[in-house]
């Protein structure tokens, strides 16, 4: 059993993809715009996802042939 502060230092190797229905993009414009470094060819979204369980990090995964975003850290101008 885990403890919740070792619960938090877990590593994360996950990579997410996800669309927006038409109707949240629609009402949450901003959103898009917020995951746009990472949108693909097919409209949807993709992500890998780092760091750990109490501190994720989350990077863009380019779409194939467009050029690869810049990551940022947290707390940089820019970063989540």
Not at 20 to 35: C, F, G, H, N, T
Not at 48 to 54: E, P, S, V, Y
């Amino acid at each position: 059993l885990l403890s919740g502060r070792s619960a938090l230092q877990l590593p994360l190797s996950l990579t997410a993809k996800f669309s927006l229905s038409d109707r949240v993009r629609k009402e949450l414009v901003l959103l898009d715009a917020i995951l746009g470094p990472g949108k693909q060819s097919d409209g949807s979204y993709a992500y890998k996802i780092g760091g750990t369980l109490g501190s994720p990090f989350p990077t863009p995964i380019a779409a194939p042939g467009a050029p690869a975003p810049a990551p940022t850290a947290p707390g940089d101008a820019g970063g989540p």
